[in-house]
């Protein structure tokens, strides 16, 4: 069946460095990707999306890479803020899907 | 910006009380959704809406209802609640039907079954 999933549950960084997070997904046939960050007592912010016919897409500060030979998405951080503290999600999707997502279960970043 | 916003932060009801959390978005979207979230289960969809007056089962529909009146407007209903359905409820929504479409998600209702 379809799975997202994150590889750490917690992940702690030091303020400044980079930070990766990474998501492993089971459907072949999915061809969206997204990632959100969910801050405390807060709904989830969408951060970044990839399409499955890109490999790489960079935003301010932010980072997404698809691997689909692996089923693997990663999303980089650059210079980690305290601000970045948070709870990340990938979700998937795919065509004709009607907008449905798939999310993983969440890492949570903790910046020192 | 697209605003979704929920009717309340925090909410706190009795075994068998019906519950109604409603959602309100301004930006004309299509698709409304209602999530809810829980300790290592991430979020997970009970329904959705492409429309005003349609509605669709998510995942785990079974316990709740949906209501959509108007289009900025999507209620989940809890008809009998019960203490299973302690949880964070999450709405959605996006602006068509297209799935690269993105969902902009409300801060939440922490609802609480006594």
């Known amino acids: 069946g379809e799975s997202v999933g994150l590889h750490l549950p917690t992940l702690s960084v030091q303020e400044g460095d980079n930070s990766i997070i990474n998501c492993a997904y089971s459907n072949s046939a999915s061809d969206y990707f997204i990632w959100y960050k969910q801050e405390s007592g807060k709904g989830p912010q969408f951060i970044i999306d990839i399409r499955s016919n890109m490999d790489k897409r960079q935003g301010q500060r932010v980072t997404v890479l698809l691997n689909k030979t692996v089923k693997h998405l990663s999303l980089q951080i650059a210079a980690t803020q305290p601000g970045d503290s948070a709870v990340y999600f990938c979700a998937e999707t795919l065509s004709g899907n009607t907008g449905k997502l798939i999310f993983g279960q969440g890492t949570t970043l903790q910046v020192k | 910006d697209v605003k979704v916003t929920q009717s309340s932060r925090y909410l706190v009801k009795r075994t068998g009380e019906k519950v109604f959390l409603e959602c309100v978005q301004d930006?004309?979207?299509?698709?409304m959704f209602w999530y809810r979230q829980d300790p290592g289960l991430g979020l997970r969809l009970i329904y959705f809406s492409y429309d005003v007056k349609m509605k669709e089962k998510g995942d785990i529909p079974e316990g709740y209802s949906v209501s959509r009146e108007k289009k900025e407007r999507f209620s989940l209903i809890l008809e009998s609640a019960s203490t299973n359905q302690t949880s964070m409820y999450l709405c959605a929504s996006s602006s068509t039907w297209t799935h690269t479409d993105t969902q902009y998600f409300g801060p939440g209702t922490r609802l609480t079954v006594l």
């Open positions: 930006m004309d979207h299509e698709n």
